[in-house]
């Protein structure tokens, strides 16, 4: 091997670095002993043992946090129910969600207070999805979620009314043949005009079809829980490259580097800087001579702090 491509757009977005930087205000202003995170505030190992080495707590439910303490809601978001116990507890919230979520919530709100059917398109089980699930005011049996086209053929709906929305982090190509689905069965359903994957997920599902193009082999960094990592291997597989998911450089199997001249390297959107920095360095250290970056490195924006830090 001996060039390493390495995706422009890649790692950390504009929701994940604000989530982290969410954990770490409230940790200097409260006290690691009074900080509690409902689920990974993101889904990244390195993220997540960063955050419980400063002396943050995760949890997975809030039976689990001490009277008199604060919950932060992580970057996926929550329903309704679990934000109405949390104030009947009385633990102070600090919502860490992605504001480009809580624009799909709202959306959720809106469609249960109109008695409209309400479409979710994302894996079942995604904390981004049971949350958005449960920002919906009505009837839950007016709520749905599916995820491929085939799973659309199979949907009923019992309203006349009814809209449409996606979880952030899927596969753009994938989602669009489904909102198709959708949209052809269900013509006068509402929604956003293509879907609600977010920019982050777009630019870096772009860039790594760049780096599959020209690689044989290419990296992500992320966890394997992390969905928009995930989607990042895909999208490069699907492109005809061979793609592995890796937390870090000791996930690296040399053995699938062999007789390889172009490694293409991406990272998902909860993926530390320094664990790309660290790939890279274990690649150099086995053979990659050259490191290149590829494509157009988008625009990062920010998202300012919850009220209350």
């Not at 043992?49 to 992580?74: C, Q, Y």
Request: proline share 3%; with cysteine; aromatic share 4%.
């Amino acid at each position: 091997m001996s060039t390493l491509y390495l995706a422009s757009t890649r790692g950390m977005c504009a929701g994940v670095d604000r989530a982290i930087k969410v954990v770490s205000v409230a940790l200097d202003k409260f006290g690691s002993a009074k900080v509690w995170v409902l689920h990974e505030v993101v889904h990244n190992r390195h993220v997540v043992e960063d955050l419980k080495a400063r002396g943050a707590h995760f949890v997975e439910s809030l039976d689990e946090i001490p009277d008199g303490s604060v919950v932060i809601f992580s970057a996926h978001g929550v329903g309704l129910q679990t934000v109405a116990e949390a104030k009947r507890r009385g633990l102070e919230i600090i919502d860490a969600t992605c504001p480009l979520v809580s624009r799909i919530h709202r959306k959720m709100n809106a469609a249960g207070l109109a008695g409209k059917s309400a479409v979710v398109i994302g894996h079942k089980g995604h904390q981004e999805v049971t949350g958005t699930i449960g920002q919906y005011q009505g009837d839950p049996r007016l709520v749905h979620v599916v995820l491929t086209p085939s799973d659309v053929e199979n949907l009923n709906l019992t309203t006349q009314e009814a809209i449409f929305a996606t979880q952030t982090t899927l596969s753009v190509d994938e989602t669009a043949q489904t909102v198709k689905a959708l949209r052809e069965k269900f013509p006068n359903i509402e929604g956003p005009k293509l879907d609600d994957t977010c920019f982050a997920t777009q630019h870096r599902q772009r860039a790594i079809k760049e780096l599959a193009a020209m690689c044989q082999v290419v990296l992500v960094a992320g966890s394997p829980n992390s969905s928009n990592s995930n989607r990042l291997k895909e999208v490069a597989q699907s492109m005809g490259a061979k793609a592995y998911l890796i937390d870090d450089e000791t996930q690296i199997d040399l053995r699938v580097l062999e007789n390889v001249d172009k490694i293409g390297l991406s990272a998902g959107a909860s993926a530390p800087a320094y664990v790309v920095d660290g790939i890279i360095a274990f690649l150099k250290a086995h053979g990659v001579k050259e490191v290149i970056e590829v494509g157009d490195k988008a625009l990062h924006t920010s998202f300012p702090l919850p009220k209350g830090l």
